[in-house]
């Protein structure tokens, strides 16, 4: 008798936590099909590098395996504009990206500074010039990103929160893009990797307290890409490659493995 109501007490307890966790699940689900989503930025969140491109976003090279469209897909929002552009800088999000977002917009996702701080320019530099210019170029990186980014920055953020006050905004970072003392044999020397993953930590470091300053979230892949960084036996990010502008990109296991559970946690 005693086992029996011992029993029937822990089915009862099972299924009280099923139908508990099956309420979340549902909750969590209908929340998200309420949601009106809108992705803003720059080539890390149009899916450089992932491909294939929707031929109807030109240059902007919007991939259906960059994270927002992945987000979207799994969570059917009720709405989704997706107007992150590859090499948009600040002043492009402010300038032609903010026309979805409105006083309905409930939640919305951003990668950008990493163009304004001259991204292209350091990697071209460090890849054909001498290591003292990698590094001083860098350097120019990032006292940029000391001197001028944050007021670009708060321009971008006071816009988005002046046309959606009530969403939830997501900054996410950028990933270290080596693996120090790794796998490769060529191209650049172990100084300039480290002074460049130094100065993504560094521009990841701003985007993480202007966001906090803004009431925005900060989401930060560097985690994410420990040991799938350049050199590393599992690479999720592009090293030199042809298409020439999708080097230091995400593959699309980058997107998918990196930046799509850094925001689904982050939302």
């Given amino acids: 008798m005693k086992l029996s109501r ?8 099972l299924l009280g936590a099923v139908l508990a966790f099956t309420g979340a699940g549902q909750a969590q689900a209908a929340e998200a099909a309420a949601l009106d989503y809108v992705a803003l930025g720059d080539s890390y969140s149009s899916g450089l590098g992932a491909g294939p491109y929707d031929s109807a976003s030109g240059n902007c090279k919007r991939s259906s395996k960059a994270y927002p469209a992945l987000w979207a897909a799994a969570n ?3 709405s989704f504009a997706f107007a992150a552009c590859s090499g948009a800088r600040t002043g492009d999000v402010t300038g032609s990206q903010l026309g979805p977002v409105n006083s309905g917009t409930d939640l ?3 990668t950008v500074g990493g163009n304004d701080a001259g991204f292209a320019d350091v990697m071209t530099t460090c890849v054909l010039q001498s290591e003292a210019s990698c590094v001083a170029r860098v350097n120019t990186a990032r006292a940029y990103v000391d001197s001028t980014l944050p007021g670009q920055l708060d321009a971008v953020y006071n816009a988005i929160s ?3 006050p009530a969403a939830q905004v997501v900054v996410i970072g ?4 080596y693996q120090l003392n790794g796998t490769c044999v060529v191209g650049m020397t172990e100084v300039e990797r480290a002074a460049i993953n130094g100065a993504a930590d560094h521009l990841n470091t701003l985007l993480a307290k202007r966001a906090a300053d803004h009431g925005f979230r900060y989401a930060d892949v560097t985690s994410r890409f420990t040991g799938h960084e350049i050199c590393s036996p599992s690479t999720w990010l592009h090293s030199v490659t042809f298409p020439i502008g999708e080097s230091y990109h995400p593959t699309a296991q980058g997107q998918s493995g990196g930046y799509l559970p850094t925001f689904s946690s982050a939302v």
Avoid: D, E
């Fill in 6 to 13: 011992f029993a029937a007490f822990s089915s009862t307890l």
């Fill in 76 to 78: 059917s929002p009720s």
């Fill in 108 to 110: 919305v996702s951003i």
């Fill in 162 to 164: 002046a046309k959606a």
């Fill in 174 to 177: 950028y990933p270290r893009f």
